[in-house]
């Protein structure tokens, strides 16, 4: 069979990587708020909005990355050993393509994927007791799911994804565009409505047959007049708790969140039980992507980490995370401390159950004495993407028993006469050089003391 011949145009195209690239995402955006908000331009985004970008080290050193133009190694090979870059515009009016560095993402993916978590879906995480929420894959087919599957109907199936938008998350001009819409389709809706109303007659005569022991396949199929429908249609306008369930049923629509306390009296247009897969999701809305977002396939944790000295361990290797900002007042407000684990900010759960004396050194206040900063050794328990597409990512202490069989030690305090013990307040006492001449071994001791730890 002959094969159809492609003129040279196509053919590029098929055999080109710059065309196979997808189409940028839209910039995550600004929460509304009437404050300030002060941000940077050059701030790491909450997710990746283009693709990555590499080339082989043959094509690399002529500056080749199948672009239109080669691209300086000033910026690219020799600036890093790694260089991956993503392009902004592929041609600007100054004839120049516009790149930058895509390492803060690439490495990103790479260090979280040395941490073996997988993925769970998101849960709210209690910062004042120590029970971790239970691990749920979003992988199960009860769970995975979306307005088109077809596990949807088994029962107690729950999906991530509606046909409906969530109206929670809607501007006033959101919401009157998708009402236009919808009333576009209003023969359609009437007529879902009314098999809707066909399917819950035939339930009810079923279940009457079955309670009065009649015989189930001798029943007559139930059929609606107009009088009936109409008048059906007039209890749900008059019951604002019934017509809820039936318009969130109609339109897919996914669950709000809970109606505040100091309405629960009033009438409101209540809503069926949410059928997302997370119920975070009925409070920030549905994930945009899927909730594992691609960063990880495993199904559970289930892993044993064998090693080569002791045999298999119950804990992973712990990790070293740094502390980005310590316990303290912040904006006027109590925080609690962050943590960068793997290039993602964490908040410390046990920043709470911290002691002075089994807190690690830098945690509750800032310590410039310390080399390359505070950092301290965690084991990470749980991960999990929110409906922003951010990664969010649980962590203890680790304990002693993760830590002996790496021979693990951590950070070490400061020493009595470092620069902490001034700025904590404690030891402000500088000890005097001059002293008498029976007391120089004692000086000449403090003083080299002192020099060690400065140059420490």
């Known amino acids: 069979m002959a094969t159809a011949r492609l003129s040279p145009t196509a053919n590029l195209l098929r055999n080109s990587r710059l065309f196979a690239l997808p189409q940028a995402l839209t910039p995550p955006p600004t929460p509304p708020t009437s404050r300030t908000v002060s941000e940077s331009e050059t701030a790491t985004l909450p997710h990746p909005i283009r693709a990555s970008i590499v080339t082989p080290a043959s094509s690399l050193a002529r500056g080749d990355w199948g672009l239109k133009r080669p691209l300086p190694t000033k910026s690219t090979s020799e600036k890093s050993s790694r260089p991956v870059v993503r392009i902004n515009a592929l041609d600007t009016f100054e004839h120049i393509t516009d790149f930058e560095s895509a390492a803060d993402h690439t490495v990103t993916l790479e260090k979280f994927q040395e941490l073996h978590m997988p993925m769970s879906l998101p849960a709210k995480v209690n910062y004042a007791t120590t029970i971790v929420p239970r691990h749920q894959s979003p992988f199960e087919s009860h769970v995975d799911n979306t307005h088109t599957s077809q596990g949807r109907e088994v029962p107690g199936a729950r999906q991530f994804r509606h046909s409906g938008p969530w109206l929670a998350g809607q501007t006033e001009a959101e919401f009157q565009a998708y009402l236009k819409k919808v009333r576009k389709n209003k023969p359609e809706i009437m007529q879902k409505l009314r098999g809707y109303f066909v399917a819950k007659r035939e339930a009810e005569q079923k279940k009457q047959a079955q309670d009065n022991g009649a015989d189930m396949e001798a029943l007559e199929p139930v059929e609606v007049t107009d009088e009936e429908f109409q008048d059906y249609l007039k209890t749900l306008r008059t019951n604002p708790s019934s017509l809820g369930p039936v318009v969130f049923e109609l339109l897919d629509l996914p669950s709000p969140p809970a109606v505040p306390s100091y309405r629960i009296g009033g009438k409101y247009y209540q809503s069926p039980g949410t059928k997302l897969s997370s119920a975070e999701y009925a409070v920030s809305g549905p994930p945009k992507t899927h909730p594992s977002a691609g960063l990880s396939y495993s199904r559970s944790h289930a892993l044993i980490y064998n090693h080569p ?43 709470m159950t911290f002691v002075e004396q089994g807190a690690p050194a830098g945690l509750a206040f800032f310590d410039a004495s310390l080399s390359g900063g505070a950092k301290y050794w965690v084991t990470p328990i749980r991960a999990s993407v929110d409906s922003d597409g951010r990664i969010g990512l649980a962590s203890y202490r ?27 307040g404690g030891q402000r006492v500088v000890p005097r050089l001059d002293g008498q001449r029976g007391f120089q071994a004692d000086t000449e001791e403090v003083a080299r003391n002192l020099m060690k730890n400065l140059g420490s």
């Open 309 to 351: 000295k002791h045999g298999p361990q119950t804990y992973q290797r712990p990790v070293e995370a740094r502390i980005l900002r310590p316990k303290g007042r912040f904006k006027g407000k109590t925080s609690k401390a962050i943590a960068g684990v793997a290039g993602i900010a964490v908040e410390d759960l046990n920043a």
């Open 398 to 424: 680790a304990s002693a028993t993760a830590k002996a069989p790496y021979d693990i030690d951590s950070q070490k305090k400061p020493g009595l006469y470092s620069i902490s013990d001034v700025a904590r």
